[in-house]
């Protein structure tokens, strides 16, 4: 029923994915696809759309980069002593559970910035370890980072326990805040009620206005918190310049298991011994932001912690590793997996690309250590990859040597490739007239006497592709997957996986 996918993975990166190709079939001409689009758009109107359905054909094919802001987004962090609730409350005011959160004090220790948005108004969130007055080691270093927070930040959200009331840390913290001059909002976290509230009211003694009672566990009074802390903000921040830019150098996460040569590569890259490299496997911990000059332009390369086989099994500094190693990712715009070329494919190496695919992120896979491997070795190579890898042909491979610098300048076009094609949108008559090929010569199979048909799609968004299909009937995965194979076929789609949902819309009963 479909052309095969081709299993070739070739050594040298694929050249660059071309932004535009005539479809098959001849015409090609732009009119023609219009014709096409306001043809079907009409004949959508007979079938049962939602409003969010009506919303998303409306604003389809508008896209292009999101408005970036004319200077950079106010800095609003969170700081309080250990154990008062400050990854929970960032947690809560993002919308999901990225700040790693423990009932033990010191489990944040660096500065993590996330986005955030609350009324209408993006911001930048930093979360921020435990600031303690008589820290040694580890916790003065947690409590340098904090007080660079705070000198960082156009606003503070000061985090105090309610159920504890005012400590003398805390009236530390508040003269360190008196010194730097921002404006802040008292937070009294874990009020849980109506009858922690008297406890909440007991803060006023801390001079720094109304504390706010607030569960962060519960979301209890989030919202008035907020709203006085983004009444702080600026329209553009003063000092956002010290964090790093969502629109500057593009972010790559270097990912794999332990010991596969990631630190390696980035010092390689670095040119210096920029982070610790030991045989050890785990050597590192915690995320590692380095900005390296490749290809002639410079990005932001990240280097993480292994992934273990068994992260739900892991304890202590390694379990919180791996899910800072989650984050990273979640922050970066392209992955680059390494693969230790000298030995077999690991399971670990397959649930490591599957992680990023998962993501959305572009993928570029790097084959390290081929400076060690033989003829035979590359020979069984690439029957493992044909075999393990089969779910990705089209990610772009490299075979690199992070230990010599083989091939190193390589990764430059392959992250390119993976980078355009992640970003690239599909104008709306030209998809539809493809489909509306692909369907006449592969139509769904009959099922239960029905056969399903394709009314209309749309690239919803990009970063990566995101196709929705309005159909008359349920379509079956086997034919979803041959639906995003021709895609790939047709426009490329080199390093980035794309995602395929189907809409299934009935006719209006007359």
């Known amino acids: 029923m479909s052309a095969p996918e081709n299993p070739d993975t070739p050594e040298d990166v694929p050249a660059d994915v071309p932004t535009t190709t005539t479809p098959s079939g001849g015409g090609g001409a732009e009119g023609v696809d219009d014709n096409v689009e306001n043809a079907l758009r009409v004949g959508l109107e007979d079938y049962d759309l939602s409003p969010e359905d009506v919303a998303l054909l409306e604003a389809d094919g508008e896209g292009g980069p999101e408005e970036v802001p004319s200077g950079p987004l106010p800095v609003l962090a969170v700081v309080g002593r250990p154990n008062v609730g400050k990854s929970t409350l960032v947690n809560r005011i993002i919308g999901r559970r990225e700040a790693v959160v423990e009932d033990v004090p010191g489990v944040t220790r660096d500065r993590v910035a996330y986005p955030a948005n609350w009324a209408g108004r993006d911001f930048t969130l930093v979360d921020t370890g435990g600031w303690e007055a008589k820290a040694e080691g580890l916790d003065l270093a947690v409590a340098d980072q904090a007080e660079l927070a705070i000198e960082l930040a156009d606003a503070v959200v000061f985090v105090v326990d309610a159920t504890v009331g005012a400590t003398a840390s805390d009236e530390k913290v508040v003269r360190l805040l008196r010194r730097s001059g921002r404006p802040v909002v008292l937070v009294a976290n874990k009020v849980d009620g109506p009858r922690q509230e008297a406890d909440a009211t007991q803060l006023w003694s801390l001079g720094l206005g109304e504390p706010y009672p607030v569960s962060a566990l519960h979301g209890r009074g989030t919202g008035d918190a907020l709203d006085a802390a983004v009444k702080l903000l600026p329209a553009v921040s003063a000092v956002g ?113 599957s992680t990023v695919v998962e993501s959305g992120r572009a993928l570029v896979v790097a084959y390290n250590k081929w400076d060690l491997t033989d003829e035979e070795r590359r020979h069984y190579l690439e029957r493992e990859i044909e075999k393990e890898l089969v779910q990705i042909p089209w990610a772009p491979r490299v075979n690199v040597s992070a230990q010599t610098g083989r091939h190193m300048e390589r990764l430059v076009p392959a992250i390119d490739t993976a980078l355009s094609s992640w970003e690239t949108r599909i104008p709306t008559g030209r998809l539809n007239s493809f489909l509306g090929q692909v369907v006449a010569a592969h139509p769904h199979p009959v099922r239960g006497g029905k056969q399903p048909r394709i009314l209309f799609g749309t690239q919803a968004s990009t970063r990566p592709p995101r196709f929705v299909v309005f159909a008359s009937g349920f379509l079956e995965a086997g034919y979803r997957r041959f639906l995003e194979r021709r895609l790939r076929e047709e426009f490329g789609f080199t390093g980035t996986p794309i995602e395929l949902s189907v809409r299934v819309r009935e006719k209006r009963k007359r």
Not at 282 to 298: A, K, Q, S, Y
């Open 241 to 353: 310049g010290g964090l790093p830019d969502a629109g500057g150098p593009r972010r790559v996460a270097l990912l794999g298991r332990p010991n596969v040569g990631k630190s390696s590569m980035l010092n390689k890259l670095a040119g210096s011994e920029r982070v610790v490299v030991h045989p050890t496997a785990g050597t590192t911990r915690d995320p590692v932001d380095e900005l390296i000059e490749l290809g002639g332009r410079t990005w932001r390369f990240v280097d993480t912690a292994g992934i273990r086989r068994r992260v739900h099994l892991t304890k202590g500094a390694d379990f919180y590793a791996s899910l800072r190693t989650q984050t990273a990712l979640e922050k970066a715009e392209v992955a680059v997996v390494l693969v230790d070329a000298s030995a077999p494919i690991a399971e670990q190496d397959i649930r490591i690309i």
